[in-house]
């Protein structure tokens, strides 16, 4: 006997089942670009403070994973930045404006300088130092007008090398930052970066050298009382560790 109401539930069955098969193919698909976006990170060598560590002993609190690659103390979230990308903003050039910098990592055998390198060409020579990476809390304020790369690089008796946070600079064309923008009630107020100092084999941990960045507010902003942060003066007293 023809039933037309089965048929059409089955017909309709199908067409949900293509529609579940097709939406799981493309979150699938979107989830391995997704990955693909952002370099992995290594875990730290023992001993050696980690992202979530050192968000914590910069900024306060107890930052655990948000998500697979994001960190939050609960008022303050730091959310990855992606690596690369066709489409969005990476984190390889940035943008001119004025940042304040507070070196507030150094969990490697090697030391640093921290700085910039200004515009986007192959102008490597002209890097300028900020900070140094063996001075935990110390701090400064970069004002630039043009595109420019972060970069660190290492002392002369550790190869000299220079890294940026554009892949292409480096010797080895490889990522040596990963970063966070920081946000704290849903308003973006700095960046972390966290840099990684070996070549080729390295060990990816990206703890070698980190800095928080603030956005320094415009002076109208400034007077309203839309400050910074307040956990960073307790970084002068944090001991680096010797361990690689
Ligand atoms: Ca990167
Ligand atoms: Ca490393
Ligand atoms: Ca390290």
Redesign the pocket.
Do not use: T
């Given at each position: 006997m023809f039933e037309p109401g089965k048929t059409d539930i089955g017909r309709q069955g199908v067409h949900v089942m293509r529609q579940a098969s097709i939406i799981t193919i493309a979150a699938a698909l979107s989830a391995g670009a997704a990955s693909a976006q952002y370099t992995s990170v290594h875990s730290a060598a023992w001993g050696e403070a980690n992202h979530a560590q050192i968000l914590s002993s910069a900024l306060g609190g107890s930052f655990a994973s948000a998500t697979s690659k994001d960190y939050s103390n609960g008022t303050i979230y730091a959310d990855r930045i992606k690596d690369s990308s066709w489409i969005s903003p990476t984190d390889q050039i940035w943008n001119a404006g004025t940042y304040h910098a507070t070196m507030v990592g150094h969990e490697?055998g090697y030391t640093h300088t921290f700085g910039y390198v200004e515009g986007n060409k192959n102008n490597l020579g002209s890097f300028t130092g900020v900070l140094r990476s063996d001075e935990l809390g110390s701090s400064a304020t970069v004002s630039l007008d043009s595109d420019f790369r972060w970069a660190i690089k290492n002392d002369q008796q550790f190869g000299g090398h220079l890294f940026t946070s554009r892949d292409n600079d480096n010797p080895d064309c490889d990522d040596h930052m990963v970063s966070y923008k920081l946000f704290k009630n849903g308003d973006l107020f700095g960046y972390a970066l966290f840099f990684?100092?070996?070549k080729r084999c390295?060990?990816?941990?990206?703890?070698?050298v980190a800095v928080i960045l603030t956005l320094v507010p415009a002076p109208q902003a400034a007077m309203m009382g839309l400050t910074g942060l307040g956990g960073l003066g307790l970084l002068a007293g944090r001991r680096r560790r010797d361990s690689i």
């Open positions: 490697a990684e100092d070996l390295s060990d990816k941990d990206y703890n070698d």
